[in-house]
C-alpha cells in the first residue's frame, strides 16, 4: 500500500481538503497518514485536532510548531520549529508521498522537510496569487518544491507551468472545497442554531472572517475599525464572526473582534472555530458573506452567497459575479454590503458560476495519488521553459 501523509493546519485547509482524505481512507490501495500541525493542536484557535477525531480520521502525529506570538520572529521561529518537528515526523511515518495545500507557514515547513527527506510532495492549490499577503511567495516556493501539482483552473495550471514544472506532472482538477456543494449535509438554520447557544441567523445575517493583509503596513487596528463600524451600520444584522489564523497580527485582530462582540452579544457571536459541518451550514444560511478570506471567493459563490470581499488580501484571484470587491474603509464595506443585499445582486446570485469548478475535484485528486510515479526516480526534474517566441 501505498502511504499518503496529508498535512494539515488550520481549520480551513482541513475543509477543503476532507474529500481528499476521505478518499485516501476508502482506497483499498492507499494508507492515509495525517499529521497535524499548528492551528489544530492550539487551544486557543479551537484545538480542532478533535475535529479531525470525531469525523472519524486517525491523526498519525501531532507536530507542535506554533508559538504563542504572531509577531514576524515569533511566525519565523514557528517555521523553524516546523521543519524540525516534520523532519522528525516524517522519518517516523517514511511515507510515500506528503500532500500539502496551500500556502500558509506550516505548509512551507513540511515542503522544506520532506525535500530534504528525498519524499514527493503533492501540492493542491498551486499557481495561485494572494498579492496582500506573504502567502503568495510560500504558495510558489512550496511549487518549486513539489513533485505532482493539482491546480484549481486552467489559468493557475499555466502559471506553475511557468514556474517551469513539466506540463506532464500539473493536473487541473478544480476546487477540492467544493465538493462540500455535492456531498456534505448541511444543518438545517434551527441546528446551526441551537449548536452556536441559541444565537440567531434570521435575515440579515453576516458571516464574517479577516484575517491580516500581511505585507500591508501600518498595523491591524484600523482596517478592523473600518469593518466593524460598517458592520454597526446594520443595527438589524446578525453577525457571526469566525477568528483570524495565526498569521502575523492574527492575535491582535481577535482581541479586537472579542472587544467588538462582547459589547453587543445580542447580535455579534465570534467563535474559535465553527468546523467544517458549521461552517459550510452558515454559507447556506447567511445574507452575505463579509471580510478578506479565500472561502469568500472560492466555495461562496457555489452555495448561492454573496462576498464583500474587503481590501487586497484576495487581490489576484479570479472571482464570480457575486463577490464584491471593496476598500479597506467603512463607507466603502458599508456600500458594498448594500450591493450585496439589493435586488440586483440577489437576482444574479441562483445563475452565478464558480471559476473553481464544479465539484470532483477530491476524486480526482485521489485516483492520481494512487497511480502516479513515486519513489526517488520522479524527483529529479528538468526546469521546463516554455516555447519562446520572438
Known sequence: MRKVCVVTGSRAEYGLMYWVLRGIADAPELDLQIAATGMHLSPEFGATAGTIEADGFTISERVESLLSSDTAVGVAKSIGLGVIG?????????????????????????????????????????????EGAFD????????KMATYHFTATKDFRRRVIQL????????????????????????????????????????PAFLVTYHPATLASGGVEAPVAALTKALDRFPDAHVLITKSNADTDGRRVNELLQAYADARPDSVKLVDS??????????????????????????????????????????????????????????????????????????????VRSPYGGGGASGAIVEHLRTLPLGEGVLARPFYDLPHHP
Open 86 to 130: 516534520f523532519a522528525d515526523a516524517f522519518a517516523r511515518l517514511a511515507p510515500d508521498v506528503v500532500v500539502v495545500l496551500g500556502d500558509r507557514f506550516e505548509v512551507l515547513a513540511a515542503a522544506q522537510a520532506a525535500l530534504v527527506a528525498k519524499i514527493p510532495i503533492a501540492h493542491i492549490h498551486g499557481g495561485e496569487t494572494t
Open 136 to 143: 503568495e511567495a510560500i504558495r510558489h516556493s512550496v511549487s
Open 164 to 203: 517551469g514544472e513539466s506540463p506532464e506532472r500539473v493536473f487541473n482538477v478544480g476546487a477540492p472545497g467544493l465538493d462540500h456543494v455535492l456531498q456534505t449535509e448541511a444543518l438545517s438554520r434551527e441546528d446551526l442554531e441551537a449548536s452556536l447557544g441559541g444565537f440567531s441567523l434570521a435575515a
Open 274 to 351: 465553527l468546523g467544517q459541518i458549521r461552517y459550510l451550514s452558515a454559507l447556506r444560511h447567511v445574507s452575505a458573506v463579509i471580510g478578506n478570506s479565500s472561502s469568500g471567493i472560492t466555495e461562496a459563490p457555489s452555495f448561492g452567497v454573496p462576498t464583500v470581499n474587503i481590501g487586497d488580501r484576495q487581490k489576484g484571484r479570479p472571482r464570480a459575479e457575486s463577490v464584491l470587491d471593496c476598500a479597506e474603509n467603512a463607507d466603502a464595506i458599508e456600500a458594498a454590503i448594500r450591493q450585496a443585499l439589493g435586488d440586483e445582486v440577489q437576482a444574479r446570485l441562483a445563475t
